[in-house]
């Protein structure tokens, strides 16, 4: 996570005002690629894989996944969704969380050690300052995730990035 921080900050520096998490979950992933790789993990992003399929996981799909990680030790395949614009509002945050998570549970043993779920959520569209109620939903969600981090990519623009793993499970 601090290599994604000071990457955005170079980025936002760089190309005068821009943040490379205010975009879409596509170009987030592809930062957070950039990034796992300049702090020595393997990385992949947007691969296509077999997964299992939605409506009955002992099933085999084509399918793709977002992310990929990788240490000496341990693999991570992450699935995320991302939240750019509109109110950051509690029902919001764990609809889109459910929806990684739906995708995290098609992940295969064989892609890696664990599933990881993840959701996005950028602030640099937000009006400012932003509002108690906001925040309030962010830290009450936050605190349902099993790992949670804000990154300050921009001055004044938050990116949030919440994590719920599990063990992927045999099809």
């Known amino acids: 996570m ?11 520096n760089e190309l005068e005002g821009d943040d490379p998490f205010a975009y ?3 170009a ?40 990929w990680l990788c240490s000496n030790k341990r693999s991570w395949a992450f699935e995320f969704k991302q939240i750019t614009y509109g109110p950051l509002t509690s029902p ?5 969380m459910e929806e990684a998570e ?12 664990l599933a990881v779920a993840g959701l996005i959520v950028s602030t640099y569209w937000q009006d400012w300052p932003i509002n108690h109620d906001t925040l309030r ?5 936050s605190k349902h995730c099993d790992f949670a981090w804000r990154l300050e990519t921009a001055p004044e623009a938050f990116t949030y ?6 063990r992927p499970r045999r099809a």
């Open 137 to 141: 939903s962010i830290e009450g969600f």
């Open 28 to 67: 987030s992933v592809s930062h957070l690629t950039a990034a796992a790789s300049l702090s020595g993990y393997l990385a992949l992003a947007e691969f296509a894989t077999a997964k299992k399929a939605r409506h009955n996981r002992r099933l085999r799909a084509s399918g793709r996944s977002d992310f």
């Open 2 to 12: 601090e290599a994604a921080c000071s990457l955005g900050q170079r980025f936002y």
């Open 102 to 113: 739906q995708c995290a549970r098609c992940i295969c043993e064989a892609d890696a050690d």
């Open 24 to 26: 879409n979950e596509t």
């Open 161 to 166: 990035m919440f994590f719920n793993v599990r």
């Open 92 to 96: 919001k945050l764990r609809a889109k």
